[in-house]
């Protein structure tokens, strides 16, 4: 994977126009998902995918000026800073507020590569193409901000929150999910194994603390934020760090009473807790339908602790 800084400005072309395709598509999907339901909404997304390709065309043109007809390619997946993003066929039955969501963090997205493009190039008709669709990208934003029928506060207001979001919920919640599931099994492991609660606490400390120290790094690792607009990569690591560790210690804390069955008990009604916080954290800030929330929660935090009852048993 290659880092956005070593690309050269044939390079950034490239990645330009692919970007461009990739977002035309995405929108047409939209489209298509949202024609029957909402006919008038469907046509706005069609009309961003229709400025999409038009931006493609005028990328394509200043590269064939420049470099000829050969285009490398190279795709957002092979450039390290991009938001991983989920398949958009998982997301049907597509809901209008949902779509709107993901448009505006596209934009926001291929806004911020424009202007970090702009500033890395040096010949000044490519400077000045990729300044100007900056711009366009920024109208974009606020075209993709007022998409649903709901009224919003203001646009900024707007942008603010999907920057809270993405910067600061979206790493807390792949935190407490890692956290609060990946412990159970070997908290759990060590309870039945050894009817002793301190060996058990001592298990999740290290287990919790471990996997934080983990999650904090890796996150902080993937991407630099400037070409995401996530955020600093050490404020994303440190937020999704302590909430990994928080996650797995919430369930190991009641391992302090001497009692192991009471802990055990205690530790399963904090586990159960800990499931449903994260299931309306998915559904308030990620669009996921709150029954979709639950079952995929409940079900991967059922499968974790019963890995750790089979070990702990045997």
């Given at each position: 994977?290659?880092?956005?800084?070593?690309?050269?400005?044939?390079?950034?072309?490239?990645?330009?126009?692919?970007?461009?395709?990739?977002?035309?598509?995405?929108?047409?999907?939209?489209?298509?998902?949202?024609?029957?339901?909402?006919?008038?909404?469907?046509?706005?997304?069609?009309?961003?995918?229709?400025?999409?390709?038009?931006?493609?065309?005028?990328?394509?043109?200043?590269?064939?000026?420049?470099?000829?007809?050969?285009?490398?390619?190279?795709?957002?997946?092979d450039v390290r800073g991009?938001?991983?993003?989920?398949?958009?066929?998982?997301?049907?039955?597509?809901?209008?507020?949902?779509?709107?969501?993901?448009?505006?963090?596209?934009?926001?997205?291929?806004?911020?590569?424009?202007?970090v493009a702009a500033r890395q190039t040096t010949d000044v008709?490519?400077?000045?193409?990729?300044?100007?669709?900056?711009?366009?990208?920024?109208?974009?934003?606020?075209?993709?901000?007022?998409?649903?029928?709901?009224?919003?506060?203001?646009?900024?207001?707007?942008r603010a929150k999907r920057l809270f979001a993405l910067q600061i919920v979206q790493p807390g919640l792949q935190g407490l999910m890692d956290g609060s599931i990946s412990t159970l099994a070997p908290l759990f492991a060590a309870a039945l194994a050894t009817h002793k609660s301190w060996p058990t606490f001592l298990v999740g400390l290290a287990a919790s603390l471990g996997a934080g120290i983990s999650m904090g790094f890796a996150e902080a690792l993937s991407d630099d934020g400037t070409l995401t607009g996530r955020g600093h990569p050490w404020t994303r690591g440190f937020v999704c760090g302590m909430m990994t560790a928080l996650g797995g210690l919430g369930h190991t804390m009641p391992y302090l009473i001497d009692n192991v069955r009471t802990a055990t008990g205690i530790a399963i009604c904090v586990v159960c807790v800990e499931l449903g916080v994260i299931s309306w954290v998915r559904h308030r800030f990620m669009d996921t339908p709150l029954s979709s929330a639950i079952l995929q929660v409940g079900l991967g935090g059922f499968l974790v602790f019963l890995v750790g009852v089979i070990i702990g048993q045997s």
């Amino acid at each position: 994977m290659r880092s956005f800084q070593s690309l050269d400005q044939r390079e950034i072309l490239a990645l330009a126009v692919a970007l461009e395709e990739e977002d035309a598509h995405i929108f047409d999907e939209f489209a298509d998902g949202l024609r029957e339901r909402f006919p008038e909404q469907a046509e706005k997304f069609r009309q961003l995918g229709r400025q999409e390709d038009t931006h493609r065309h005028r990328l394509l043109d200043l590269y064939r000026a420049r470099f000829g007809d050969h285009i490398p390619l190279i795709r957002r997946e092979d450039v390290r800073g991009f938001v991983k993003r989920q398949p958009f066929w998982r997301m049907r039955p597509l809901s209008l507020k949902a779509a709107q969501k993901q448009a505006e963090l596209i934009e926001m997205e291929t806004k911020q590569f424009y202007e970090v493009a702009a500033r890395q190039t040096t010949d000044v008709g490519i400077r000045q193409l990729l300044g100007d669709l900056a711009e366009e990208e920024r109208d974009h934003v606020e075209v993709a901000g007022h998409m649903t029928e709901a009224e919003l506060s203001g646009s900024e207001v707007a942008r603010a929150k999907r920057l809270f979001a993405l910067q600061i919920v979206q790493p807390g919640l792949q935190g407490l999910m890692d956290g609060s599931i990946s412990t159970l099994a070997p908290l759990f492991a060590a309870a039945l194994a050894t009817h002793k609660s301190w060996p058990t606490f001592l298990v999740g400390l290290a287990a919790s603390l471990g996997a934080g120290i983990s999650m904090g790094f890796a996150e902080a690792l993937s991407d630099d934020g400037t070409l995401t607009g996530r955020g600093h990569p050490w404020t994303r690591g440190f937020v999704c760090g302590m909430m990994t560790a928080l996650g797995g210690l919430g369930h190991t804390m009641p391992y302090l009473i001497d009692n192991v069955r009471t802990a055990t008990g205690i530790a399963i009604c904090v586990v159960c807790v800990e499931l449903g916080v994260i299931s309306w954290v998915r559904h308030r800030f990620m669009d996921t339908p709150l029954s979709s929330a639950i079952l995929q929660v409940g079900l991967g935090g059922f499968l974790v602790f019963l890995v750790g009852v089979i070990i702990g048993q045997s």
